[in-house]
């Protein structure tokens, strides 16, 4: 007996070539007129964002110092908030609705939210233990069919740690450096929620994590296999951007393909609908990686780590390329050891993207102070970065770099209202955040504790999550 349905079609082939043997049935389909396989559509979005932003109120926020996010600064300024949205900005003489919640910013600095472009919250999470080590699918060089989305723990007491520490309004959350390629990335709001699609930035591009130098050839040198060197990273990656350039070529020509989630991600990459990340610390690899996407047509957003970006700071900028750094983070590896902690101004100086990022759990909830140190820095060596100028580290860079920038990461009519005030200049290591909205939503308020998010998995902790 024939069972299944691979075994019913079996069993009307047998039939239908019985019929035609015996002279009945009409045409009988000669091999080369069998019809072309159509080529399969793949969604591009299986995991679409079901975030809504919370309830607003229409607010005003005057006589407050304003950082623009793009540079700008407005002394005794005022900002109106209203549907979720940033309506105007301007100075003491603006028109001021009246039927508004009035906050008195005296003293007090207003910026857009800080956005962290290299986080692994969610994938990381508190408590650092194994069981949520899920951030580095080590098994094979290059895994770009993970996503990190699928590892992020809504419930991470980090998240709201950076909201309310560190005024951190989005965030991307990338896999870890073992491998070439770690996967795609996702781009978060930082609101509760019980689901990561909740948190999901909408229409967010996603990344493609890379990675070059130490850490792939120490995983999987060590395991005995390629890559094992600086040449052998090369090679791997060469030979995966061979194999995804001759996918896409399918596609485009619209001929079938097997579906290959892995090839799926780079093809991506290769349209630009995808932007590469790629954790690299030295300026010469940087210059071969540009080299290499060149070769096959992808282009890098951002080079993260990137301690030696000073060395090829006019390359970057001409290229059009990020850096995202940290301000004084050096020494504990080989390839981490030349940095210098002039490194962002040097960078900024030679009109490249300069961000600031954290990496770190902890870092994260502070890059309003990381930024303070570089600017210190650079003024040591006669570079004087102005605060207005100093907050583009941290705001509008890390959102172009994200492609997000049309939405947020400054404070511009129409743009999403992801506000942080702050009880006094943001680049002072005393100053805290002390109202975070996000979507013109406030998420925070240092005053209230009502408004002070924490996370499911801290209530009935000891210690934690008890606030008065």
Same mark, same amino acid.
């Given at each position: 007996m024939i069972r299944g349905v691979k075994g019913s079609l079996l069993? !009307?082939?047998s039939l239908a070539l019985v019929g035609c043997a015996a002279g009945g049935g009409g045409d009988v389909a000669s091999a080369g007129d069998k019809p072309a396989e159509k080529p399969v559509k793949f969604n591009k979005d299986p995991f679409p964002s079901t975030y809504k932003g919370y309830p607003t109120r229409l607010t005003v926020v005057k006589g407050?110092?304003?950082f623009d996010g793009e540079g700008g600064r407005i002394d005794n300024g005022a900002i109106v908030m209203t549907s979720g949205k940033v309506d105007r900005i301007g100075g003491p003489d603006m028109d001021l609705p009246t039927d508004a919640d009035v906050i008195d910013g005296t003293g007090k600095f207003l910026t857009p939210g800080v956005i962290d472009i290299h986080s692994h919250l969610g994938d990381y999470p508190s408590p650092s233990v194994e069981a949520h080590s899920d951030g580095n699918e080590a098994t094979s060089p290059t895994t770009p069919e993970v996503w990190s989305e699928h590892s992020v723990w809504p419930q991470d007491p980090g998240f709201s740690r950076a909201l309310a520490n560190g005024g951190v309004t989005s965030?991307?959350?990338l896999p870890g450096s073992a491998n070439l390629m770690g996967g795609r990335s996702i781009t978060l709001k930082n609101v509760p929620s019980r689901t990561v699609q909740g948190m999901k930035f909408p229409g967010a591009p996603y990344g493609l994590k890379m990675a070059c130098g130490e850490n792939p050839k120490r995983v999987y040198g060590g395991k005995g296999r390629a890559p094992s060197t600086r040449m052998g990273n090369f090679a791997v990656n060469r030979a995966t951007w061979q194999k995804a350039a001759a996918y896409k070529k399918k596609m485009d020509d619209g001929k079938a393909v097997d579906r290959d989630l892995a090839m799926e991600t780079l093809a991506g990459v290769l349209s630009g609908e995808i932007l590469v990340h790629n954790h690299c610390y @030295? !300026?010469?690899?940087?210059?071969?990686?540009?080299? $290499?996407?060149?070769e096959f047509g992808y282009k890098v957003s951002t080079f993260h780590h990137a301690v030696e970006s000073y060395k090829i700071a006019d390359i970057l900028a001409k290229e059009g390329i990020c850096s995202a750094m940290w301000a004084d983070w050096w020494g504990f590896k080989m390839e981490a050891y030349d940095s210098v902690p002039e490194n962002i101004p040097l960078v900024y100086k030679a009109g490249a993207c300069t961000i600031?990022?954290?990496?770190?759990?902890?870092?994260?909830?502070?890059?309003?102070?990381?930024?303070?140190? !570089?600017?210190?820095?650079? @003024? @040591?060596?006669g570079i004087d970065v102005s605060d207005?100028? !100093?907050?583009t580290w941290l705001s509008y860079n890390p959102a172009k770099a994200l492609g997000i920038a049309d939405r947020t990461g400054s404070l511009?009519?129409?743009? $999403?209202?992801?506000v942080v005030l702050w009880n006094g200049n943001p680049f002072s290591a005393y100053t805290r955040p002390e109202k975070v909205w996000i979507d013109g939503a406030l998420m925070f308020d240092a005053n209230d504790p009502?408004?002070?998010?924490?996370?499911?998995?801290?209530l009935g902790q000891p210690g934690e999550g008890d606030v008065k």
């Open positions: 069993a !009307a082939v407050v110092t304003i965030l991307q959350i @030295r !300026a010469d690899e940087m210059a071969l990686v540009i080299d $290499m996407s060149k600031v990022h954290s990496d770190d759990a902890n870092q994260i909830q502070r890059l309003n102070q990381e930024a303070a140190k !570089a600017r210190a820095s650079g @003024r @040591r060596i207005e100028k !100093a907050w511009k009519p129409g743009k $999403m209202a992801d009502k408004r002070r998010p924490v996370s499911d998995f801290e």
